[in-house]
């Protein structure tokens, strides 16, 4: 029989690929597409795995949605928009 899984856990999993944490896989190779236009390959390889490392300690708190919580209640994002449908910073509620 399967087991059931409520559907928040379903959504806030966090992403896999063979067993690498998704969100460090994408800062390790920006990382190295930036150290490679910028440096040799050998050095973009190994700031790749600090990339990584970096990336896979930020993915919980992005999963978790603490990221997009202060994202959302710090950042000017009206200003940057220029969009009248976001709520002033003051106004703003978490639901």
């Not at 399967?2 to 896989?25: D, M, P, S, T």
């Not at 920006?30 to 236009?37: K, S, W």
């Not at 993915?59 to 976001?86: A, C, D, E, M, N």
Request: glycine share 8%.
């Amino acid at each position: 029989m399967a087991e059931k899984i409520k559907i928040y856990q379903c959504l806030n999993r966090e992403l896999q690929y063979h067993g690498l944490k998704f969100i460090g896989l994408l800062t390790a190779a920006f990382t190295c597409i930036i150290l490679l236009l910028k440096f040799d390959f050998t050095f973009a390889l190994i700031g790749s795995v600090g990339g990584y490392v970096v990336g896979a300690s930020i993915s919980p708190y992005w999963y978790k949605g603490y990221i997009q919580k202060w994202v959302y209640f710090h950042l000017p994002t009206r200003l940057i928009t220029r969009s009248k449908r976001f709520p002033q910073s003051c106004d703003r509620k978490f639901l």
